[in-house]
């Protein structure tokens, strides 16, 4: 068993059961960073991430380390397999004729014995694989275990009214309008409410309540304002002061 320690820089083998491990090649210059690996005949191959190419060493002693394609004209080289006739003889494919006579797949036999059959048929999930081993059927068991475990009483689907969902989406829609518009009102009032300036005035005749006790006096009274008098309006003046406060026709005061 070969493999390849792109941490450690090294190419190592073993044995199938994990003994004689030894080390084929350890070098940092060599070995920059190897992804994959394959062994074929006396050489190994494998490939190189930083150095994007594909070498070649002596797969005993890891000598000859030769690169077999040009260095850094590989664009991330991945996986790495070696095809030869001497490594997977070429062999009978007895599925080419006719599909080896199966109705649906043709798979090769292991050929354990020279009697074993060359090609074995396989069939597709659902089918069996009939009595001659070629042909596929309808696997009967599996249709009647599908069949009884469906329920028996199966109720009929009700389809929905369209006027129903009309008129659910309709008052769905109202409501929404209205709650944007109750919405959109609050903003209004509170934005009046905060650009709105207001002033008030006290008047200081309204201050007094009913407790306070005032009396109107005749010789209290003074006219705000004088006005020039005719000859007329004095006589008839006169004549008033001289008559007395108390006789009929004028109002009492106290």
């Known amino acids: 068993v070969y493999w390849a320690d ?20 350890r070098s940092a210059e060599t070995l ?14 494998w490939t190189d991430w930083d150095r994007q190419a594909i070498f070649r060493a002596n797969k005993f ?3 000859n380390v030769t690169p077999i394609t040009a260095v850094h004209m ?23 004729a006719v599909n080896g006579h199966c ?8 050929q354990v014995n020279p009697r074993s059959p060359k090609i074995s048929c396989a069939c597709p999930d659902g089918l069996v694989l009939m009595a001659d081993g070629l042909m596929c059927t309808e696997d009967s068991r599996s249709r009647e275990e599908a069949v009884d475990g469906l329920p028996r009483d199966i109720l009929p689907l009700e389809e929905p009214d369209d006027g129903m969902v009309a008129g659910i989406v309709i008052a769905i829609v109202t409501v929404v309008l209205i709650l944007i518009s109750l919405i959109a009102l609050a903003v209004y009032r509170h934005y009046l409410h905060r650009n709105v300036t207001s002033m008030n005035f006290d008047n200081p005749v309204y201050r007094k309540t009913t407790e306070d006790q005032f009396s109107l006096e005749k010789n209290q009274y003074q006219p705000t304002r004088i006005y020039p008098s ?14 007395p406060l108390t006789s009929p026709g004028t109002n009492d005061y106290v």
Request: aromatic share 10%.
């Open 6 to 25: 792109a941490k450690l820089n090294l190419i190592s083998s073993c044995e199938y059961d994990g003994s004689a491990r030894r080390q084929v090649l």
């Open 32 to 45: 920059h960073h190897p992804f994959s690996i394959s062994v074929f005949e006396d050489h190994i191959y």
């Open 61 to 63: 002693n890891g000598s």
């Open 74 to 96: 590989l664009q991330n080289p991945m996986v790495l397999h070696v095809y030869h006739p001497y490594r997977q003889p070429d062999g009978i494919n007895y599925c080419a």
């Open 230 to 243: 005719t000859v007329g309006e004095e006589a008839l003046n006169d004549f008033l002061a001289q008559e």
């Open 103 to 110: 109705s649906h797949l043709c798979l090769p036999a292991p």
